[in-house]
């Protein structure tokens, strides 16, 4: 198996996995409800900062601003055990169930920023489990336009980059993605 991806302290990563064979990871309300959970838990603020995160069936976004360089021991390794240990039990099931290591990619520029959360966001719009990105509770995306005042979600860091709630929400509903070269090429990598 492959080793897990070198996350830096300082830096922003887009931090993603789906289900063994592509299977569910989320069963019921109960286990998007726990990840969320667990997140709150393992995700400590010292730590790192939870940018954005969509929660979809099958695959999990999150985009951290890490403030370790142990972030894989840390946080994600005990976060992960965790919540299989859970679901596992849960559906009586034994073995993985993520797909090998999760992914991390360096966000190395503020267009990539703003282009893999506007990518996070319209996940499940793109992926036809919604008609408005409202719709979807498993996402940060009602925090960054103010329909909820979750805690999770540090917007503010993305937040930042627009004049307001609303010009974000323009730019994720009706915007391209902007140009950028590590960005564009991580979305061809996508669809390889």
Known sequence: MPAAPEIRAGHFYHVYNRGVNRQAIFFSERNYRFFIER???YFQPELVDIAAYCLMPTHYHLLI???TDDFGTEV???FVTSYTKAVNKEQGRVGPLFQGKYKANLVDTDAYLRNVTRYIHRNPIEAG???RLTEW???SY???IGLRNGSLP???LILRSYTSQTAYQE???NGGYESDESFRLWLLQQEA
């Open 137 to 139: 509770p498993y996402s």
């Open 39 to 41: 997140l709150r838990h």
């Open 142 to 144: 009602p925090d960054y």
């Open 65 to 67: 601003q890490s403030h």
């Open 171 to 173: 730019s994720v509903e």
């Open 76 to 78: 994600m390794q005990p």
């Open 154 to 156: 540090s917007s503010h």
């Open 129 to 131: 489990y919604v008609e």
